[in-house]
């Protein structure tokens, strides 16, 4: 086709409809576009021209050039208008390219709102496992999805992980500790490398274990290192904070390299008798076989009970906690049980606890606790109700120094941001729930101010009214038919008559219980290999 004669406008007409067959037809390009031996040339004057051509962007600025417009069009382009796609986020996220180093991580959860410490199985391997997490969130579930969102492990199984207590679901925890493998800014260097590196004195700047294939990694300094703390307290919730972290070594365990575990029970004074608990309390220190003081499951077939009670005390808690506006009330008056040991049954802590309650209500004498240590005089556990969880505090895990230090900050003396969050974040945690105390304690004022009919006299018809506090009180103490048994955290249970610990129905003895379990799952197996 002789474009020579055509004119400025129709070259124009010619280009647009050009460029609308190959926006409607993207597989497909015109021959005058693909080879550049068949583009028209434009007509001569053209490259002058600055008026409609130059707008359009179809005039050169040379002669023998092609028109700006046709040489940087594709068919594949988009039509004019249309808005560029964004280039989406990398959705592998390589890790090979990165090594790996065990860590220690000190972190405190408030447990009333998930079901345990433990995670069910390992939480994020499946859509089964992430559904049973959703429905009974536990506090390992949402660090295991704060790792795994800030790319720090692979994978749950995969990272050694290990955890110092397991708390039971309402247990809170203020120095709770777990160890994995976690990415590090660290680099894999060459053998060569590491031997000058090790001969110049500096051999503890060298790792080199299993999780990374044996290769040598020259670690950072703590200041180089990833910012742990502050990326793992942006993607957990405010009742999951993390404290501090610490390299450890790769044989290092949160379990089994723990010397001491420190468990705090809070409780208000109310009528408790104090001394007859702190009596109590001293008859746990030492090592004793507590297998009436535990949770018995004869699935882990237990069968050493013996566990060291390095201190236990009952201390007052230092400010009074103030009830419905009068601090000066037993119930505003708050000590704490302080057990420190080096491990712990299941729910021990509780069972003692609660041996502890009846002892201060005086429905039991200390010396109950002795005779409840006596395993040849007792046969099998007591049946009692155990304490509530929810004063409950794993407040402490204790490791050697040469183990564990902790780094609370990024740079010691010079950066306190790690701590100023922390304590911005707790506070407004705190202040959160104070508020909900003083509102419920309010509500609780006015119901206790509530004008109601106070009790009439045997034979009088005569009503008065008063304030439904002292018609409380006169209830509370004409009611000598039921016992009041405190169970911690405002439980209560009732019952008509109490009867003592030591004269109550006992279970079957630990080794029948374990025995009778073995011949159960034994049964089980061989019916399951007839079928």
Known sequence: MDYESWTKDELIAKLRSLDVKCSSEPGERPASLADPAKRPAPPSGTASQTGTASQTGTASQTGSAPPSGIASQTCSASPPGTPRKRKGRMVDFDFSRFPQRKVAFKFSYLGWPYHGLARQGNALSSEEKQQIELSYPTVEGALFKALAHCKLITSESTCDYSRCGRTDRGVSGFGQVVAMYVRSTGKFITEDEAQAIVAAGQQHLITRDAQNDGRPVLLPSNEHELTYINMLNKSLPPEIRIHAWAPVAPEFSARFSCKSRFYRYFFPQAGLDISAMQEAAAKYEGAHDFRNFCRLDPAKQIKNFQRVVQSAKITRVADKVVFVGDGASDEGVW?????????????????????????????????????????????????????????????????????????????????????????????????????????????????????????????????????????????????????????????????????????????????????????????????????
């Open 335 to 531: 000590w704490q049980l302080e057990l420190r040991g080096t491990a712990f049954l299941w729910h021990q802590v509780r069972c003692m606890m609660a041996v502890l309650f009846v002892v201060g209500q005086r429905l039991e004498t200390p010396d109950v606790v002795d005779r409840m240590m006596d395993i040849q005089a007792t046969g099998g556990k007591p049946e009692y109700e155990m304490a509530s969880d929810l004063p409950l505090v794993l407040a402490d895990c204790e490791f050697d120094e040469a183990d564990v230090q902790w780094i609370r900050v990024r740079s010691p003396g010079r950066d306190s941001t790690n701590m100023v969050v922390l304590d911005r974040i707790v506070s407004k945690t705190w202040g959160e729930l104070n508020t909900q105390a003083v509102i419920a304690s309010a509500l609780l004022q006015s119901v206790r101010d509530t004008q109601a009919p106070m009790l009439c006299e045997p034979g009088s018809l005569d009503i008065n009214y008063g304030p439904w506090s002292v018609c409380r009180k006169q209830l509370i103490e004409a009611d000598t038919q039921t016992v009041k048994v405190i169970l911690g955290g405002g439980a209560i249970k009732q019952a008509k008559k109490y009867i003592p610990i030591m004269q109550r129905n006992r279970a079957e003895p630990v080794e029948l219980r374990n025995q009778a379990w073995l011949e159960r799952k034994t049964a089980n197996k061989r019916a399951r290999v007839g079928e």
